[in-house]
């Protein structure tokens, strides 16, 4: 059998089935019932931050539509659904002694619903977010966040954790870093990705490690919970698998992306090696007398380092690797990244300029994960398929008859089944990103990765199921593929 081929077979019995989301994307509900501004409440309102000039003031509005979601995620049968909770909504003041008690009131409704229908939530902490009073007093940049984020952290398990036995700490600080800090085209939009991304995924990182250390020693015996932090990757294949330049290039652009986090959190509590390495010299050659990353004490790495449950995983695509020359030292994506890091021309593109179809990639990303970072419990927290709006196919304006994202969940879970059945990987969960249409960041609404179509023009935000609502159904059904799937078939 060649490894293009699809094959049969089932997941784990306890497999979790999910589709996520995240508050600033989905809710609206702005400024309702005593909601203070976060960063994206700020930044969606700067001119020209936005592509298409629109903002998260109402989205979905799923804190007022939020018993329609339940019932998509129930028809599905979905086991699982991920969101996010909003900072600002619960602590507008971000302070947990004067707490917004309709925020409170808002996620228990949400989370007692989830519970009545049989559905497990799986909650993040923080999906970018961060109240605006807190990032006006130096947000990720300033070190007082970590205790500021320990206090909301402690806040949501006591008010929450009864009832919330999965949590994710950060959704993708490696997201946070690069476009809120670096290039800033994400909130908060700081620009500097010399040093300001660096700064930022210190404090993330040990934000992160002392929320685990908070929930492991007060409130796991308890509350007998799980809680982890999600890293999203490529997977980063070599420009020709056999060259060993091309090699290191992908592994380098690896530890420079997901290993910046997994390191430090599944290994040994540091960044990994190679990248202390390289922005050591690169500052040093700039003259600087010290790094621009900045190093942990030995009692921060003994924090940070063994703070998961599981691996918190969020992938969508690759990209190919080789290294830098003269002649390409200009394409580079960041100074300091070592490798030239591109999309295989051959491949499809799906409805955001970042995404091509490379299903194998997941397949390989996996089992790098395993091999890398201790075999641990993997669930993927994300992973999904955009089109363009508006849709180019004129028959079908609202796109439910989404065959490419069909073929794109289909060969994709058809991969992770590989990897667990034939290669071993501890794969216990998966979440399709994303539940329905929503803000998708700096690209507004003109990308939508929704299995249900979202009206936005219609004040009460309709919801309809596409082709791949019901495509992923089928699979929950058969907890995996019962028969080899045709993945170049998008009907279901
Ligand atoms: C992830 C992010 C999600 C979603 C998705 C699609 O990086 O966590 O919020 O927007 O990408 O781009």
Redesign the pocket.
């Known amino acids: 059998m060649s490894d293009s081929e699809a094959i049969s077979g089932h997941f784990r019995v306890d497999f979790m089935w999910g589709t ?1 989301t ?1 508050s600033y ?1 989905i809710e609206g509900a702005h400024d309702a019932d005593g909601k203070s501004p976060s960063v994206w409440d700020m930044f969606a309102h700067k001119e020209g931050a936005i592509v298409d000039g629109c903002n998260g003031d109402i989205s979905c509005d799923s804190y007022h539509n939020y018993k329609d979601d339940i019932e998509l995620i129930k028809q599905m049968k979905n086991t699982h659904y991920r969101f996010s909770l909003s900072w600002s909504r619960l602590l507008p003041t971000a302070d947990s002694s004067a707490p917004n008690m309709a925020g409170v009131a808002y996620y228990n409704k949400l989370i007692d619903g989830l519970l009545a229908n049989g559905i497990e939530p799986c909650v993040t902490l923080f ?2 977010d961060l109240p605006r009073c807190l990032h006006d007093k130096g947000g990720w940049q300033d070190d007082f966040i970590i205790e500021k984020f320990k206090e909301y952290a402690k806040f949501c398990f006591d008010h929450f954790g009864d009832r919330v036995k999965m949590w994710i700490t950060i ?2 600080p490696h ?1 946070v870093a690069a476009f809120g800090y670096g290039s800033g085209i994400h909130a908060p939009g700081v620009q500097d990705p010399m040093s300001g991304c660096y700064q930022v995924s210190r404090t993330m990182l040990l934000g992160h490690a002392h929320a685990w250390r908070l929930y492991d020693s007060e409130y796991r015996a308890k509350q007998n919970g799980v809680i982890s932090i ?1 890293l ?1 990757s490529d997977w980063a294949e070599p420009a020709n698998p056999a060259n060993q330049e091309d090699k290191d290039a992908a592994d380098f652009y690896l530890q420079c992306t997901l290993g910046w986090f997994a390191h430090p959190v599944y290994v040994d509590g540091d960044y990994p090696p190679k990248m202390k390495e390289a922005i050591a010299r690169k500052s040093k050659e700039q003259g600087l007398e010290k790094s621009r990353l900045p190093t942990f004490t030995e009692e921060e790495k003994k924090i940070i380092k063994g703070t998961h449950d599981f691996f918190g995983l ?1 992938h ?1 695509t690759s990209r190919v690797c080789s290294p830098v020359t003269e002649e390409t030292k200009a394409m580079v994506l960041h100074p300091d990244l070592e490798a030239l890091v591109y999309p295989n021309e051959k491949w499809e593109r799906a409805g ?1 300029v970042w ?1 091509f179809l490379v299903p194998w990639g997941l397949r390989k990303l996996l089992n790098f994960i395993a091999n890398n970072y201790g075999n641990p419990k993997i669930i993927i927290t ?1 992973n ?1 398929c ?1 089109t363009k709006h508006p849709h180019d196919n004129p028959g079908d304006v609202a796109n439910l008859k989404d065959e490419q994202r069909c073929r794109y969940i289909k060969s994709y879970l058809n991969e992770a089944l590989k990897a667990h059945l034939l290669d071993g990987v501890d794969l216990r969960g998966y979440f399709l ?2 539940l329905m249409d ?1 803000f ?2 700096a ?1 507004g609404y003109t ?1 939508r ?1 929704g299995l249900h179509h979202v009206d936005f023009n219609d004040p009460k935000r309709k919801r309809t199921p596409r082709n791949s609502a019901k495509l992923y159904t089928k699979i929950i059904e058969e907890n995996g593929f019962s028969a080899p799937p045709d993945v170049t078939d998008g009907t279901i």
């Open positions: 996520a995240a994307q999906h970018w959704n993708e997201v999600t999203n969020n969508y955001s995404l994300e999904g955009s990103w994303s929503n998708e960041w690209e990308e990765f």
